[in-house]
């Protein structure tokens, strides 16, 4: 087991916006988290990233760590990253002035004392980086801009799976990495989730439309609406709501 | 025992004070104590004429209201204006032979002095209350025809010098802090930097209040001959006290044709408690005057301690195409009170300046930018370019800019930009998902939004600019 939501009912500003959430996430597996908009997705994988807005008020999230599920809720939103836990943003942040490169090496480096490895140094920490612009099609002078300062949409969703890339986290959860690309970005993003998969991994995609699911396979569809789960089921459950739309599966739960 | 309030004492680790013997002139300030500060100086005739009528003319003028921040009155009656470690003597004695107790006050600073541990490619005046101990690497310096000295020394030793150009770009009549310091000054470091050299190695003046009740009236006066080119470092700090002190310096610099002048200040006197007791008044007048063609003159200042700072570090740009800049990162917690920014005077044609402020607030605290741009008839064809910028963390701080521009020349380019933003939750949350801890999120943020500044600070002053900043903002954000 990698991640276990239970019975979490979760608000920001005492509106409730997850109602009893139950997902169980095994290492190796991709699950889709669907849903129209506004059902709770994105908070969903902000209250598992630890956003400080939102409040867990009944149930708990538990994470493997050293190989026993540990109830995370007094972990900070950085030592969950630590452990593990990527947040791939749905609008990706940007840091006027500090430079990528220097981002991503701060965030390296603490993940490396983190886990008692040596640090690494500038020099070799941008080759590592470059290793693997090109499976983004990124150009080394991302490194050198600001934050996300002027980057198109599809730059900063490259920039997201690139971070993810380097931090290699055990849980990956990424947040509509697929809104607002055009179909060449998608399939590189696509490529790059697909890098990371492996027995050891687990991702959780949050997402609005299935065609992100026909170039990354997820084993498990979950459908959310009115921050509840309504249905789950395997990928079939995904190509039926590209044809049928949400409503015949909201019906019931209105 | 240790309660939050240890935490933001300890935060303070320049705040101790040093047991020394002192010789203090009585307090209060009237013609006789102007006098006897002069004598004590065995200043020539024309200087103690020049702080007599400084102090007359100081005791014809009001306290300025003029500024935003809200200053206690500062009765001038209870101060001490002079005020030295006995051991020294009347005579500057070298460096070596200090009493241990200042030597182990300044390594404990960070700037060890004697011949054995100095820092290498660094000369530096140490001024302790009112008096400069010495000065290091002065007689390489010497061996270039670099004098740097107390001014105290230089009216000794070069008084030509100092009788052409002091009060030449501050008279005592420019305001109520340049008049005081005029009349009472006791010390500070004065350079001279000969035709077309280079100076070696970069001049510093490390000033440390230290007695209590005693204000620090110190001036500076840095001559750049024509071609010449000097990069000056300054630094401050003070004990940790109750009772607010008072520093009213003046600093003044001349360059001659084609010379060039850095000038860099990382200020953190102590800038009082966390309810707003005790701490510095920073009141300051630093003025340069590119008087030569083609003269440079720029400032780099980091203001990040006392509890009310004034000051605005100046360019008179009167040389054809000469240039001045200032770039300010000026930092506020708890209740400090900054009123800062800058005047940029064209005269000459074809001249240049460059403003780059970033202000960051934090806390209970008020930042103010207040600038002027003065483009006179004369100055053809003119550019400015300004930017001011503001941070606020947390939502009781506030930031003001206030710039103001007249240009009385058709030809001129003045060019202004303003901004203000918050430290986000949203940025620090996206630094956080990263595994960046909270404090190093804030350090990249800040860093961030005060790199243009940063740059321009030799690099050993930006590494502690740095530090000085982040440990600041450390207990204000989260």
């Not at chain 1, 980057?151 to 990956?172: C, D, H, T």
């Not at chain 2, 610099?253 to 007791?277: F, H, M, P, R």
Request: with cysteine; charged share 25%; aromatic share 10%.
């Amino acid at each position: 087991m990698m991640l276990e939501v239970n019975n979490v009912t979760a608000s920001v500003e005492e509106t409730t916006i997850l109602n009893k959430i139950n997902i169980k996430v095994n290492a190796g597996e991709v699950h889709a988290i669907m849903g129209p908009n506004g059902s709770g997705k994105s908070t969903l994988s902000k209250v598992i990233a630890g956003h400080p807005d939102y409040e867990v008020t009944e149930g708990d999230v538990k994470f493997a760590i050293n190989g026993k599920m540990t109830d995370i809720e007094e972990l900070e939103p950085d030592e969950r990253a630590k452990e593990g836990i990527f947040l791939g943003f749905q609008y990706p942040i940007e840091i006027p002035g500090v430079t990528n490169i220097t981002f991503m090496h701060e965030a390296f480096n603490a993940l490396c004392e983190h886990q008692g490895a040596e640090i690494m140094n500038e020099k070799d920490f941008r080759e590592y980086v470059k290793s693997k612009l090109p499976l983004l099609h990124m150009n080394e002078n991302f490194l050198d801009r600001a934050v996300n300062e002027g980057f198109s949409g599809g730059e900063k969703k490259k920039n997201e799976i690139l971070q993810m890339l380097l931090l290699n986290p055990r849980l990956a959860l990424l947040d509509e990495t697929d809104s607002g690309l055009d179909i060449d970005a998608l399939k590189t993003v696509a490529n790059g989730v697909n890098t990371l998969k492996s027995k050891h991994n687990a991702i959780v995609l949050v997402t609005h439309y299935q065609r992100l699911l026909d170039y990354i396979k997820p084993d498990f569809v979950h459908v959310l609406y009115n921050g509840k789960i309504i249905k789950s089921g395997d990928k079939s459950l995904a190509l039926e709501l590209e044809k049928k739309g949400y409503d015949w599966l909201i019906e019931d739960h209105k | 025992m240790s309660s939050i309030e240890d935490k933001l004492n300890e935060d303070y680790k320049w705040g101790f004070e040093t047991q020394i013997e002192l010789e203090e002139f009585p307090k209060g300030l009237n013609e006789k104590i102007v006098t006897l500060i002069s004598k004590k100086k065995e200043e020539p005739e024309w200087l103690l004429e020049y702080r007599l009528k400084a102090f007359r003319h100081w005791k014809t003028m009001t306290h300025p209201t003029w500024q935003y921040s809200k200053v206690p009155p500062i009765d001038f009656e209870d101060l001490y204006y002079y005020s030295k470690p006995k051991s020294q003597g009347d005579k500057p004695k070298s460096l070596d032979d200090l009493d241990p107790e200042l030597l182990a006050t300044f390594e404990k600073l960070g700037i060890p002095l004697s011949e054995q541990k100095r820092i290498s490619g660094v000369a530096v005046d140490v001024v302790f209350d009112s008096v400069s101990l010495g000065t290091t690497w002065k007689e390489d310096l010497e061996k270039v025809g670099v004098v740097f000295c107390s001014i105290s020394e230089a009216v000794q030793t070069h008084p030509e010098l100092v009788k052409q150009y002091l009060g030449k770009v501050v008279p005592y009549t420019d305001n109520y802090y340049a008049a005081l310091n005029a009349a009472v000054f006791s010390d500070g470091s004065f350079v001279y930097i000969p035709k077309g050299v280079t100076c070696p190695m970069d001049l510093s003046t490390y000033f440390r209040i230290n007695a209590k009740e005693t204000g620090q009236f110190e001036r500076t006066l840095i001559i750049a001959d024509e071609g010449s080119y000097v990069n000056y470092l300054e630094g401050c700090t003070a004990p940790q006290r109750d009772e607010n002190q008072l520093h009213a310096a003046t600093v003044e610099i001349i360059t001659l044709d084609n010379a060039q002048v850095k000038y860099s200040t990382v200020q953190n006197w102590y800038a009082g408690d966390k309810d707003g007791k005790g701490g510095i008044f920073n009141f300051v007048t630093k003025r340069g005057l590119c008087s030569g063609i083609n003269s440079k003159i720029s400032w780099t200042q980091v203001e990040a301690g006392s509890a009310i700072t004034w000051k605005y570090p100046s360019c008179i740009l009167k040389g054809d195409n000469s240039e001045g800049a200032f770039y300010s990162v000026a930092l506020t917690n708890n209740k400090m009170q900054a009123d800062t920014g800058t005047k940029m005077i064209h005269i000459g044609k074809n001249t240049k300046s460059t403003i780059i402020s970033k202000g960051i607030s934090a806390d209970d605290s008020e930042n103010v930018y207040r600038g002027e741009v003065k483009i006179m008839p004369s100055a053809t064809n003119a550019r400015n370019y300004s930017q001011c910028d503001s941070m606020l963390v947390g939502d009781k701080c506030s930031a003001n800019t206030f710039p103001y521009i007249d240009v009385k020349n058709n030809t001129a380019t003045v060019e202004h930009e303003a901004s203000t933003s918050k430290i986000s939750a949203d940025q620090l949350f996206y630094l956080h998902s990263r595994g960046i801890d909270n404090e190093k999120a804030i350090s990249l943020i800040v860093n961030g939004f005060c790199k243009d500044v940063f740059k321009t600070l030799p690099l050993e002053f930006s590494v502690e600019a740095v530090k000085l900043i982040e440990m600041k903002l450390e207990n204000s954000v989260g």
